[in-house]
């Protein structure tokens, strides 16, 4: 009986989860026509990717691709076949954004930038966490997927809508 008490727990922590990102998402989107415009937000101007090197349109679809991937991962249920080819997609989806990155140059006068460390931890980190998966560490292979979806796909991806960079143009002129 407590193992159905724990179940049953751990799926209603799961639904609030759930709850909460969708709670957040709908308030997102209800508040973006009442922001956007305050904010100099106007429909995408695409041609600026369409403009950018290689490198960069590599970057920017490998990582939203991750993005995607990962909130689908974070959102469903963990352990199951299609979370396994899911996340293995993901990795390939977040390694392809980290080595590339380390090619992305253009706001440093070409040196790299303390951003390209969370590359590196990524490239690292990534074969770390794959590893704790196929050993059945599933603690550490949570902590370590939820650390590179929050600090590399989240609060790096934070980083490219500041003003003057690529991003920041596309959207906000």
């Not at 995408?44 to 691709?65: R, S, W």
């Not at 006068?109 to 931890?121: D, E, K, R, V």
């Not at 690292?124 to 704790?132: D, F, Q």
């Not at 650390?147 to 991806?157: Q, R, T």
């Amino acid at each position: 009986m407590p193992e159905t008490n724990l179940s049953m727990h751990a799926a209603a922590r799961g639904l609030r989860r759930r709850g909460v990102a969708g709670v957040l998402a709908a308030t997102a989107l209800a508040a973006a026509p009442f922001l956007a415009p305050r904010l100099g937000a106007h429909l995408p101007n695409l041609a600026l990717v369409a403009a950018a090197p290689l490198k960069i349109q590599v970057h920017i679809l490998a990582a939203l691709t991750a993005l995607a991937i990962g909130t689908m991962l974070m959102i469903g249920v963990k352990g199951t076949r299609l979370h396994r080819t899911l996340g293995w997609t993901w990795v390939a989806a977040m390694a392809t954004t980290a080595v590339s990155s380390l090619f992305i140059r253009e706001m440093n006068h070409g040196a790299m930038s303390w951003i390209h460390l969370l590359s590196g931890w990524t490239i690292v980190a990534l074969p770390m966490a794959v590893y704790a998966a196929r050993r059945h560490k599933v603690h550490l292979h949570r902590r370590f997927m939820t650390g590179l979806f929050v600090g590399g796909l989240l609060i790096a991806g934070g980083f490219t809508f500041l003003p003057g960079r690529l991003l920041w143009r596309v959207f906000f002129g």
